[in-house]
């Protein structure tokens, strides 16, 4: 069974910094996307970032140029750091990843962000 762990959330200022971080339990090259979400309370869960195998990215309009997604190969982790980061950011993130040979998504637990203004 595929074990997806997240990382890195926190309490921040408006205008503030983190990463998120979340480690696979298998090589990251099963996974065909690799994905970025999160929800607010009330809300319903959106996506905030995807890459996919080759290296695309994708973005939400609403974080476009302030968060940047990205992989590491060998430690089998993608990242989300998120800069400028505004009070409408605050969300329970979770990443997910996709297998599409199993029609199967691993999502991590969430973490929680929170920005202050």
């Known amino acids: 069974q595929v074990q997806v762990v997240e990382s890195g959330g926190g309490l921040v200022q408006a205008g503030g910094s983190l990463r998120l971080s979340c480690a696979a339990s298998?090589?990251?090259?099963?996974?065909?996307?690799m994905g970025w979400y999160r929800q607010a309370p009330g809300e319903q869960r959106e996506l905030v970032a995807t890459?996919?195998?080759?290296?695309?990215?994708n973005y939400a309009d609403s974080v476009k140029g302030r968060f940047t997604i990205s992989r590491d190969n060998i430690k089998n982790t993608v990242y989300l750091q998120m800069n400028s980061l505004k009070p409408e950011d605050t969300a329970v993130y979770y990443c997910?990843?996709?297998?599409?040979?199993?029609?199967?998504?691993?999502w991590g637990q969430g973490t929680q962000v929170t920005v202050s203004s």
């Open positions: 997910k990843f996709r297998q599409n040979w199993s029609r199967k998504d691993y």
């Open positions: 890459i996919i195998s080759v290296g695309t990215t």
């Open positions: 298998t090589s990251i090259f099963s996974f065909d996307a």
